[in-house]
């Protein structure tokens, strides 16, 4: 694709709530549209588990009434789902419908891979939370996926040895720094918690729930502001407190990392819905002594978090069934007995506030038998997502992150730099690309 192409695209695909004129999709015709001639075979390109379960209700049930039927093709997920299915596309063999993570729709749809869907989906927005539904609209008028799950961001802490130690669970970063002092003047052998390098999702979060708006359009130009105030407030908190060895500066998901939450060495984890899972695996000898909380607040009295990890349901531009896979994704994500199944199936958290509670999560997390309104505190939370802005190279950006946060990180140092690294690595990986870009 020419540069002048690809920046014509990205205007028309992202600058919808300017006036901007649409490019048609190519391949999105509705030929096949059961409506108006006949049954559909539609393909879905997904990685969560248990999704083929999923589809096959609806083959049971819908698919019966409309002639739509799905096949799941399980995928590899991340990075390696949106290179192949970018591939797909080009060669025109994309499946009808794709799994895709929030952070990978703007490098989708810059590459012609998905289809606006605001049409057959229209009605739906307000089943789920405005900064979830926001990351599938790219902050146009134009819906480019259906929010599949969320990953609303919590605050986790061992209630045990706080109250051993004496610490109340903070409610501002203000108070999250003192706990943290306090903590290691009581006991320098622990620390609250870390700061990790190695997955930059946690940090992308932290910065959307304080504000930052990391991708933004103007025109035909990108903006590109990872170093935005907002960013910079985050990284130069955590390093500060690396900086005096308040909290640890080891990254996450390691055999260390798990000892240290199994033995109580650290007795806090800043994360996610999910988190749960993981915590099952990395630290079993302590089920039923954690308790979750809202995420600390920039001001007290403020209520706003961060998103880490999710995905949605899209609609390929090489799809000949647009109207019969959008309307799937709709049933996919909003109807209770699909939703059911994806809770029970897949084991996510779903973006549909109504299934947010009950059903299949009416009951609290097995490792959090002591917190028994564990989800109807996470519905919560959940409702105060902040928006997001993701940007086509995102894979770029969180790789830098991990290259230089970890420098920074392993010499308790220079955040501020490891953040402007971030910011010129991406602007001129988008400048690389052919588009136009400030920042």
């Given amino acids: 694709m020419q540069f002048t192409t690809r920046r014509r695209l990205v205007a ?26 006949g049954p559909a075979a539609l393909t879905y390109w997904a990685w969560a588990p248990g999704m083929d379960k999923v589809a096959g209700i609806w083959n049971a049930t819908e698919g019966k009434k409309t002639g739509i039927t799905v096949t799941v093709k399980k995928q ?36 012609n891979v998905l289809a606006d869907v605001s049409s057959e989906v229209s009605g739906v927005e307000g089943k789920f939370a405005p900064g979830v539904w926001q990351q599938t609209t790219l902050g146009t008028d134009a819906v480019y996926a259906v929010p599949q799950d969320s990953g609303p961001m919590m605050f986790y802490y061992r209630a045990d040895l ?7 669970v903070p409610e501002t970063w203000d108070e999250f720094a003192k706990t943290a002092r306090a903590l290691k003047k009581k006991d320098p052998s622990k620390a609250l918690t870390t700061f990790s390098s190695n997955d930059a999702g946690l940090f992308a979060g932290l910065a959307q729930q304080a504000g930052a708006r990391w991708w933004t359009t103007k025109g035909e130009t990108w903006n590109v502001a990872i170093d935005d105030a907002a960013t910079k407030k985050v990284a130069g908190f955590w390093g500060d407190l690396v900086a005096e ?15 240290a939450l199994n033995t109580g060495k650290q007795i806090a984890w800043v994360s996610a819905v999910w988190a749960p899972g993981t915590l099952t695996t990395a630290a ?12 600390p607040q920039w001001s007290k009295g403020q209520q706003a978090t961060g998103s880490w990890g999710g995905s949605s349901t899209g609609v390929t531009t090489d799809s000949k069934h647009k109207k019969a896979a959008a309307r799937f994704a709709s049933w996919l994500n909003t109807d209770s ?6 809770v029970k199936e897949g084991g996510i958290y779903p973006a549909a506030t109504a299934a947010q509670t009950g059903g299949a999560l009416s009951a609290a997390p097995g490792f959090f038998p002591n917190q028994p309104d564990f989800y109807a505190k996470a519905a919560e939370i959940a409702k105060t997502t902040a928006p997001s802005a993701w940007g086509p190279n ?11 946060f970890a420098q920074a990180a392993k010499n308790k140092s220079d955040f501020p730099g490891a953040l402007a690294t971030m910011q010129r690595a991406t602007v001129a990986d988008l400048q690389k690309q052919g588009f136009e870009v400030k920042g």
């Fill in 394 to 404: 995102v894979n770029v950006a969180y790789t830098t992150f991990r290259d230089s």
């Fill in 12 to 37: 028309t695909s992202l600058t919808l709530a300017l006036g901007v004129t649409t490019l048609a999709a190519c391949g999105s015709g509705d030929d096949g549209d059961p409506e108006s001639s």
């Fill in 245 to 259: 060895g308040a909290v640890d500066n080891q990254p996450m998901y390691t055999p260390a990392w798990n000892k």
């Fill in 76 to 111: 590899a997920s991340g990075d390696d789902l949106v290179t192949k299915i970018i591939t797909a596309a080009k060669a025109k063999k994309a499946p009808d419908l794709v799994q895709a993570e929030y952070q990978a729709l703007p490098t989708l749809v810059s590459n």
């Fill in 162 to 168: 706080f109250k051993k130690y004496g610490l109340t």
């Fill in 284 to 295: 079993p000898d302590t089920t039923g002594k954690w308790a979750m909380a809202p995420l």
């Fill in 337 to 342: 007995e699909a939703l059911a199944a994806l």
